[in-house]
């Protein structure tokens, strides 16, 4: 007994040494370590909202720090991740963590047409913006965001860039291309699904449709996790055979004009869904009568709906509908939405 005793105190001060060392490291040691090169010069994009690991992975990749993962921890420690601005800077890769983040804290380069996407925004949307900063026209972007040759030389899983380009406040150059533009708000995604941990690329198609759904369907963070446990359940559970998610919004995207094949019924849409597009079952988006997820995602997603479609929220919900003030009611039984839907109604 008194063996197994001082045997667990010393694994106890063996552990606590340890970790004594790897603050040390990161603390005392690791700030003032110069970077991996020579004194190069390097240009690095910091989007908006991006948490340690994304920053982290974004000077990594150009080269201006070895071990993302110690500078993500050492950038959480210090507690200056608050003071790093957005935009476009032009640093060495041979400064210090200490030195880097200086730079990193002041002003950027020249910041040149600013953007601003929103979450939940289409293509087609997308393009009317950047038509509006004066880059090019809505049309051309479209055109590059749906050319097959294109979206399958950045990898993505679908014939178009829908879903895979993050909503967010861009500094692009005046002589930017849309092909360049949508290589960074792809990037910018690959940045911000890094903070959700490792996903295997068998999974991003997936993960990001049914995120798109969610950011369609609320624009209320901390409810996004429960509507993304409804549709799950819709996917899996035994009490919803049918497997039909039942959502308006994929119905309304797949009258889109580019979506093809064209559905009948679309001809006719005008921002309203009514009874015919409901029923058009040659709508391949129309998840009242195709089960399982739509071909692709929606819109541009953010990271509250990522996070959601991620880790979503074991509820025993299968139906919602909208209540007061754009939140949701979440019914588990067919009876209980049925009521929810006769006050939304009374209330309309």
């Known amino acids: 007994m008194i063996r ?3 045997t667990c105190l010393m694994l106890v001060l063996v552990s606590g040494l340890a970790v004594a060392a790897l603050v040390s490291e990161l603390l005392v040691f690791f700030p003032d370590r110069p970077g991996p090169g020579e004194g190069r010069r390097h240009e690095v994009h910091i989007a908006a909202g991006s948490g340690p690991r994304a920053i982290a992975a974004r000077l990594n990749e150009v080269g201006v720090i070895n071990g993302p993962l110690r500078f993500a921890w050492w950038l959480r420690l210090t507690g200056r991740l608050p003071l790093i601005q957005a935009g476009q800077f032009e640093v060495s890769d041979n400064l210090t963590p ?10 950027g380069l020249a910041k040149g047409v600013k953007v601003t996407i929103p979450e939940g925004f289409t293509l087609r949307q997308i393009g009317q913006n950047l038509e509006q900063a004066g880059l090019f026209s809505a049309q051309q972007f479209l055109a590059a965001a749906t050319d097959r040759d294109g979206v399958t030389e950045l990898g993505l899983p679908g014939p178009t860039a829908e879903g895979y380009l993050f909503p967010n406040t861009y500094y692009f150059d005046p002589s930017a291309t849309p092909s360049a533009v949508i290589t960074a708000m792809h990037v910018t995604l690959r940045d911000r699904l890094s903070e959700l ?3 295997e690329e068998a999974e991003l198609k997936r993960l990001v449709t049914l995120a798109s759904i969610v950011q369609s369907e609320s624009r209320h963070a901390d409810e996004m ?8 359940n819709r996917l899996t ?3 919803f055979p049918s497997r039909l998610l039942q959502a308006d919004p994929t119905v309304a995207y797949g009258c889109e004009p580019f979506v093809r094949p064209r559905a009948p019924s679309c001809l006719k849409y005008r921002g309203v869904l009514v009874r015919s597009q409901l029923n058009d079952g040659q709508n391949p988006y129309n998840t009242y009568r195709h089960p399982g997820l739509p071909p692709g995602p929606i819109c541009a997603v953010g990271l509250d709906a990522l996070k959601a479609a991620h880790r979503p929220a074991d509820v025993p919900y299968l139906f919602f509908v909208v209540g007061q003030q754009g939140r949701h009611v979440f019914s588990r039984t067919l009876a209980e939405h049925q009521k929810a839907v006769a006050e939304y109604r009374k209330r309309r």
Request: net charge neutral.
């Open 225 to 232: 996790p429960i509507v993304a446990g409804v549709y799950t």
């Open 4 to 6: 197994l005793i001082k």
């Open 98 to 107: 200490h030195q880097l983040v200086d730079q990193l804290c002041g002003p």
């Open 237 to 239: 559970s035994p009490e």
């Open 197 to 199: 941990g490792k996903v």
